[in-house]
C-alpha cells in the first residue's frame, strides 16, 4: 500500500512514497541495479536512483522518443509536432523508471536525468528519423518457413562439419599459444586455406571452437592451442546436440570475432583467441540485432534497416560504426545457422527466447541433413560422401585424405601425401585398407590399393629418433664398458657407432650417473668444448584465476518481499533516528547524492558522523559544496568541513 500522506510532493523520496507496492515492484524491475545491495529505505532508493551511475544506465536504455520526452521535459516543455498522446504515455514511461517525479505544477525531471540528457543532447539527435517518434519501418522478401529452416539446417550443417575439422586438426598439429596470447596471423591462414573459407570466417570458427569450450590453452612451458576433454563427447553426440551447444555459447559470448585483423586503441593488431578479441558490448548487440530480425515477422531486413531500427531503439548504446557491427552479426549468425535467407529458422527463434540447450537440439535436429555411415570409393582416387559425415568415420577419412569439396555431397581426394600421413600417424598399409572397406559401400578400386601399399613400402626409408643426450669418447673400451655397467642400465645407452653412444635421458642426469659409476666425465658445449654449468633457480608463470561473475534478476516473489520491508523501514523512520542520535546507515554513493541534492536546493540534513574520537553524533548540516570526498556547509550557523567516509548516513529534515 502506499504511504499516507496529504502533503504535495517536494522530491522523488515522496513520490515513492506516494507510489503503490506494484508500482515501485515495476521500477525495481525496470531497473534491477537499485536492488543490488538491497536499499535500506525508501529515501535511500530515491538517493540510489539519482546517483549518475543509475541514471545514466536507464537513460541510456531509452528510445528516441523517450530521449526526445526527457529532453523537452527539462526545459518544462512538450516536442513540438509530436503526438499528445504519445507524449503523454513516454512521460508516464519516464516516472515509472523513477526518472521523474509528480510535483505540485507536474512532472519533475531528477536532477541528475536533466544533467545525463543534456550532455547526450547531440547525440540524441543523430539518431532523430522524421520527427523522432516514428520507429523506421523494417521491409524485405519473405522466403517460405520451410525454406528458411532448410537453409538454416543446411549452414548449421556446415558449421559443424568446420568445427570438428579444426579442432580434430588441432588435435595432431597444435598451433602454438602467441606470448601475448592468442593465436599466429600465419596459423589462422593456414586453417582458411585448409577449410577454403575466408579469413574472416575461418577467425569465426576458431572463436566459436573457443566460447563452446572445444579447445584451450594447455598451460604448457611451450604453450599449444589443443582440444579440450569436452571435444570427444561433443563429436560423438547427435547433430542437434552438438548445435546447441555452439549456438548458446555464440550468443552469450562477449568475444567479438569481427575484430579480429583489425586494431586496437593503441594501434596493435588483434589476433585470434586473444584477451583484445573481448567486446562486453558485442552480446547486447547480437540479442539486439536477431530481436530486431524477429520484429520483421518472418521478412529479411536489410542490414541498414536493422541498423536504422537499433540507433532509433538505442541511441545512446549503439556504437559509432553500428553497420559494421550488425553486418558482423548478421554474417555470423547465416554462418552458424541462425539465420536462414536473411531470417530466423525455427532454431534461431528458440534460441533467442531462451530456451533449454535440450529443447533447441530437439527443434533443430530434424532440419539438420541425416548423417552417412559409408562413402563412395572411385577409381579416380576419390571417395564420395553422399551427406555429412560425423564422428569416426569424419576423423578417417580426414586423416588418410584431403577434402576436396564441401556442400551438399564432400568429395576427399586421396594421394600420396595423405596416405603418408595416415602412415605417420601410425597406421599400416592393411590398417588403411581395412578402414578404406569398412567406410565404404564399394570395394576398394584397384589404383588406391597400389596407392596405399606403394605409399607403404617407400615409409621409413630414413629414421628419426629421440637423443637428448650424445656420450662420445675416442676409447671405444670406455664406451663398451659403459654399455655392460648394470648400474647405468637406467640410462638406456645405446650406440650408434664405435665411439658414439646415445641416452634418452637429459645430459644432467647422464652426467651424474657416470660420475657415479666411476667413469670420468665432463659436458661438453654444441661447439664441442668443455662447459661447467651450475643449476640455476627455477621459476614457474603464474596463472590467474578468473571466477565467472553471475548476474540474475530478482523475480517477482524477491522484489515484493523487498518491497515490504521498506515500508516497514518507513513506517519505523521516525524512532529510527530519534533524539538519542542514532541515524539509518546508508552506503556513501547514496549518503553522497542526498547531499548534493541538498545543496542544489538549499535545505538541511540530518547526517550521522562519527568523529575522530569514534564518537557517533546527529547534526543538522546544510551543506553547500560536494567535492573530493568532503562536504562543507553549515553547522548552527558555523562552517564545517565533514570526510564523507566518516559520514554513516544520512536523511532528509
Known amino acids: 500500500m502506499p504511504h499516507p500522506s496529504s502533503a504535495p510532493n517536494r522530491s522523488l523520496a515522496d513520490d515513492l512514497r506516494d507510489r503503490s507496492d506494484a508500482e515501485i515492484v515495476a521500477l525495481l524491475r525496470a531497473r534491477p541495479d537499485l536492488v543490488r545491495p538491497a536499499p535500506p529505505d525508501l529515501t535511500a ?29 527539462t526545459r518544462d516543455s512538450r516536442p513540438a509536432g509530436a503526438d499528445a498522446a504519445a507524449v503523454d504515455a513516454a512521460r508516464e514511461d519516464l516516472w515509472r523508471l523513477g526518472l521523474a517525479w509528480r510535483g505540485p505544477d507536474g512532472l519533475v525531471v531528477t536532477r541528475t536525468a536533466a544533467e545525463v540528457v543534456t550532455d547526450r543532447r547531440e547525440r540524441v539527435a543523430a539518431g532523430i528519423i522524421g520527427d523522432g517518434f516514428r520507429r523506421p519501418e523494417l521491409t524485405g522478401p519473405t522466403p517460405p518457413p520451410d525454406r528458411v529452416d532448410a ?10 562439419a568446420l568445427v570438428d575439422e579444426v579442432v580434430d586438426g588441432w588435435s595432431q598439429s597444435p598451433p602454438r599459444v602467441l606470448r601475448a596470447g592468442g593465436l599466429a596471423v600465419r596459423d589462422l591462414s593456414d586453417t582458411a586455406a585448409r577449410l577454403d573459407v575466408p579469413s574472416s570466417q575461418a577467425a569465426f570458427l576458431v572463436e566459436l571452437a573457443l566460447a563452446a569450450g572445444l579447445v584451450a590453452d594447455d598451460g604448457e612451458l611451450e604453450p599449444h592451442w589443443v582440444p579440450t576433454a569436452d571435444y570427444d563427447a561433443w563429436q560423438g553426440a547427435p547433430g542437434g546436440e552438438r548445435w546447441a551447444r555452439l549456438a548458446v555459447a555464440w550468443l552469450g559470448s562477449t568475444r567479438a570475432a569481427h575484430r579480429v585483423g583489425g586494431r586496437t586503441d593503441t594501434g596493435a593488431p588483434v589476433n585470434a583467441l586473444e584477451p583484445d578479441v573481448t567486446w562486453a558490448p558485442i552480446r547486447f548487440l547480437r540479442r539486439a540485432v536477431l530481436g530486431v530480425v524477429d520484429e520483421a515477422s518472418g521478412a529479411a531486413p536489410a542490414l541498414d534497416d536493422v541498423a536504422a531500427v537499433l540507433r532509433w531503439a538505442r541511441p545512446l548504446r549503439v556504437p559509432d560504426d553500428l553497420e559494421t557491427v550488425v553486418g558482423a552479426v548478421l554474417r555470423e549468425a547465416a554462418w552458424l545457422g541462425v539465420l536462414g535467407l536473411g531470417t530466423l529458422g525455427a532454431g534461431g527463434r528458440t534460441l533467442l527466447a531462451g530456451a533449454d540447450p535440450q529443447h533447441i537440439a530437439e527443434l533443430v535436429h530434424p532440419h539438420l541433413p541425416a548423417p552417412v555411415d559409408a562413402v563412395l570409393l572411385q577409381a579416380d582416387l576419390t571417395a564420395v560422401a553422399p551427406g555429412p559425415v560425423t564422428g569416426s568415420l569424419a576423423a578417417f577419412l580426414r586423416l588418410v585424405g584431403d577434402i ?59 629414421r628419426v629418433s629421440a637423443a637428448t643426450t650424445v656420450i662420445r669418447s675416442e676409447d671405444e673400451g670406455t664406451l663398451s664398458a659403459m654399455l655392460v655397467d648394470p648400474r647405468l642400465d637406467a640410462l638406456r645407452l645405446r650406440r650408434l657407432a664405435p665411439t658414439v653412444v646415445t641416452s634418452p635421458l637429459a645430459p644432467g642426469r647422464v652426467l ?10 665432463v659436458a661438453e658445449s654444441v661447439t664441442g668444448e668443455v662447459s661447467a654449468s651450475s643449476p640455476g633457480a627455477r621459476r614457474t608463470s603464474r596463472r590467474p584465476v578468473t571466477d565467472p561473475v553471475v548476474v540474475r534478476r530478482p523475480d517477482g516473489s524477491q522484489l515484493a518481499s523487498l518491497v515490504e520491508r521498506l515500508r516497514e523501514q518507513e513506517r519505523n523512520r521516525a524512532s529510527t533516528h530519534g533524539d538519542d542520535g542514532a541515524m539509518p546507515e546508508s552506503d556513501p554513493e547514496t549518503s553522497l547524492a542526498l547531499l548534493r541534492d541538498a545543496a542544489a536546493d538549499h535545505r538541511g540534513v540530518w547526517v550521522g558522523h562519527t568523529d575522530a574520537s569514534g564518537v557517533r553524533k546527529r547534526l543538522l548540516f546544510y551543506p553547500q559544496r560536494v567535492d573530493a570526498g568532503r562536504v562543507t556547509g553549515l553547522v548552527d550557523g558555523m562552517t564545517r568541513t565533514l570526510s564523507v567516509h566518516r559520514i554513516t548516513g544520512v536523511a532528509p529534515d
Do not use: C, K, N
Not at 50 to 73: E, I, Q, W, Y
Not at 441 to 453: E, F, G, I, K
Not at 512 to 521: E, I, K, W
Open 151 to 160: 537453409a538454416a539446417g543446411a549452414a548449421a550443417s556446415e558449421v559443424l
Open 45 to 73: 532508493l530515491a538517493a540510489r536512483s539519482s546517483t549518475r551511475a543509475s541514471t545514466m544506465r536507464a537513460v541510456d536504455g531509452l528510445d528516441t522518443a523517450h530521449l526526445l520526452v526527457l529532453d523537452a521535459a
Open 512 to 521: 651424474d650417473r657416470l660420475r657415479a659409476a666411476g667413469f670420468a666425465s
Open 404 to 462: 576436396e569439396s564441401r556442400g551438399g555431397a564432400s568429395v576427399f581426394r586421396f594421394g600420396e601425401a595423405s596416405i603418408r600421413r595416415a602412415l605417420d600417424a601410425g597406421w599400416t598399409a592393411d590398417d588403411i585398407l581395412d578402414g578404406l572397406r569398412d567406410a565404404s559401400r564399394t570395394p576398394v578400386p584397384q589404383p588406391l590399393d597400389y596407392l596405399v601399399r606403394d605409399a607403404a613400402r617407400r615409409h621409413a626409408s630414413v
